[in-house]
């Protein structure tokens, strides 16, 4: 009986190791808590998703996994404990971008200056910095929507902010150009 015990805490460390385990509205979202809903989230991922998010993050552990599907791609946004980062990746395996934790001393200049202009007007609050490395993106291709591999990937800095019951995000490429936002919603409780 021992022995069946030491199996199973060694097969769920073994489990919640392998799985180390956004752009647009998201369908749903599954919050891992203990190895009965970590294995159901496994089950519920594509084996090369699985595959990508053990080479890169080994060991960490899923906080929760928003899905999306954008004209029939399957797109999994997978957010880590611990300020791993997140990575956002296709159902095939192709990755989307992968994103960081960073510190004010990790933004270029001009992204820097963009964020904390952007903050100041805003009267919010800096929660977290992000630096996202972009590998591909969806595009249009004959009349459907494709995910293109990009043949350099390129940089994204996203803020994440809070004001009086909001939450706001911003995302600047390295020479301070607002791409998105800033953005709010309520923050949920």
């Given at each position: 009986?021992?022995?069946k015990k030491v199996l199973l805490v060694i097969f769920?460390?073994?489990l919640l190791g392998a799985l180390g385990c956004r752009p647009g509205a998201r369908e749903e979202a599954v919050q891992p808590a203990e190895p009965a809903t970590i294995q159901r989230v496994s089950s519920e991922l594509p084996a090369a998703v699985v595959e990508v998010i053990n080479k890169y993050f080994p060991g960490a552990e899923i906080d929760f996994v928003e899905t999306e599907n954008v004209d029939g791609l399957a797109l999994y946004d997978i957010e880590f404990k611990n300020n791993r980062g997140e990575i956002e990746v296709?159902?095939?395996g192709t990755i989307i971008d992968i994103t960081s934790?960073?510190?004010w001393d990790e933004l270029p200049q001009a992204a820097a200056d963009a964020i904390k202009k952007a903050l100041e007007e805003a009267a919010a609050?800096?929660?977290r910095l992000e630096k996202a490395e972009v590998q591909a993106e969806i595009k249009e291709q004959d009349g459907k929507k494709a995910i293109v591999k990009l043949p350099q990937?390129?940089?994204l800095f996203e803020a994440e902010?809070?004001?009086e019951g909001q939450r706001g995000e911003m995302q600047v490429d390295p020479q301070g150009k607002i791409i998105e936002?800033?953005?709010w919603e309520a923050k949920v409780k």
């Open positions: 009986m021992k022995e769920a460390a073994l296709a159902a095939d934790i960073i510190g609050s800096l929660e990937p390129y940089w902010f809070s004001r936002g800033p953005k």
